[in-house]
């Protein structure tokens, strides 16, 4: 069985700081891992994916994340937050089987500071 | 892009109702649609996977006699609350997917459904 851990529900940084996001996935076959972000009362946008290419994947508005299977982890980063930034975000994994069925981690609210 | 509509986005209901969301791929062939549930602050729970043109699967401990999800053509699936009550409430999400051809599911925008 997949599955995703977010480490914190909640993230504040400050305007202009670094957002780091922490994902760790569990996946006994080599997963697909994706990034969403989802505004107040939205559905997901997709930030990014991994989908065994590149490991350090590069992805909207700025965010990147990097895939390390030693530390099964893939966690987003972006060197400076925006306002725009606060949403919440949700990382995401599936076995790139036929349906690309998905399996969420519990989200992290991010709050950026002026 | 691949543009998932979501129809409608807000919907009041009167308990004991039944009411229908809407999801259609509008620019692709959605071989596989999915359809989850957002209660707030919480993330999206899987209610089922569909395929065109047979029955849904159902995740575990969802009913399916209260859910009813048809996917009767490449473009358009349906999710019918039926005998809706107060504890239906929730933000409904459905995804659509293109089998060999993407490896990510494409969301609507989804539906806010409140029962009174």
Same mark, same amino acid.
């Given at each position: 069985?997949?599955? !995703?851990?977010?480490?914190?529900?909640?993230?504040?940084?400050? /305007?202009?700081?670094?957002?780091?996001?922490?994902?760790?996935?569990?996946?006994?076959?080599?997963?697909?891992?994706?990034?969403? !972000?989802?505004?107040?009362?939205?559905?997901?946008?997709?930030?990014?994916?991994?989908?065994?290419?590149?490991?350090? !994947?590069?992805?909207?508005?700025?965010? /990147?994340?990097?895939?390390?299977?030693? /530390?099964?982890?893939?966690?987003?980063?972006?060197?400076?937050?925006?306002?725009?930034?606060?949403? /919440?975000?949700?990382?995401?994994?599936?076995?790139?089987?036929?349906?690309?069925?998905?399996?969420?981690?519990?989200?992290?609210?991010?709050?950026?500071?002026? | 892009?691949?543009?998932?509509?979501?129809?409608? @986005? *807000?919907?009041?209901?009167?308990?004991?109702?039944?009411?229908?969301?809407?999801? *259609?791929?509008?620019?692709?062939?959605?071989?596989?649609?999915?359809?989850? *549930?957002?209660?707030?602050?919480?993330?999206?729970? $899987?209610?089922?996977?569909?395929?065109?043109?047979?029955?849904?699967?159902?995740?575990?401990?969802?009913?399916?006699?209260?859910? $009813?999800?048809?996917?009767?053509?490449?473009?358009?699936? +349906? $999710?019918?609350?039926?005998?809706?009550?107060?504890?239906?409430?929730?933000?409904?999400?459905?995804?659509? @997917?293109?089998?060999?051809?993407?490896?990510?599911?494409?969301?609507?925008?989804? +539906? *806010? $459904?409140?029962?009174?």
């Amino acid at each position: 069985a997949q599955s !995703v851990t977010q480490l914190g529900s909640h993230v504040s940084v400050s /305007e202009g700081a670094l957002v780091l996001l922490r994902c760790n996935y569990s996946s006994s076959v080599p997963p697909y891992l994706f990034w969403y !972000v989802q505004y107040p009362n939205q559905g997901l946008q997709l930030l990014l994916k991994y989908t065994s290419a590149a490991t350090l !994947v590069k992805g909207i508005n700025g965010f /990147e994340a990097e895939f390390k299977k030693s /530390e099964t982890s893939f966690h987003l980063t972006k060197p400076s937050a925006h306002m725009s930034d606060a949403a /919440e975000y949700f990382c995401a994994v599936s076995d790139g089987g036929a349906t690309n069925k998905l399996i969420f981690g519990t989200g992290t609210l991010l709050a950026v500071q002026p | 892009g691949a543009v998932v509509s979501q129809h409608p @986005s *807000r919907v009041i209901c009167k308990s004991g109702t039944s009411v229908k969301i809407e999801c *259609r791929s509008l620019d692709f062939q959605a071989t596989t649609m999915f359809w989850y *549930r957002q209660f707030p602050k919480q993330s999206l729970m $899987l209610m089922a996977t569909s395929n065109e043109g047979s029955k849904a699967t159902y995740e575990q401990g969802v009913e399916k006699d209260k859910f $009813l999800i048809n996917h009767a053509s490449l473009t358009l699936s +349906t $999710l019918t609350v039926t005998s809706a009550h107060p504890e239906d409430s929730s933000f409904y999400i459905c995804s659509a @997917s293109r089998a060999g051809m993407d490896t990510e599911a494409f969301f609507g925008q989804g +539906t *806010r $459904l409140t029962v009174v």
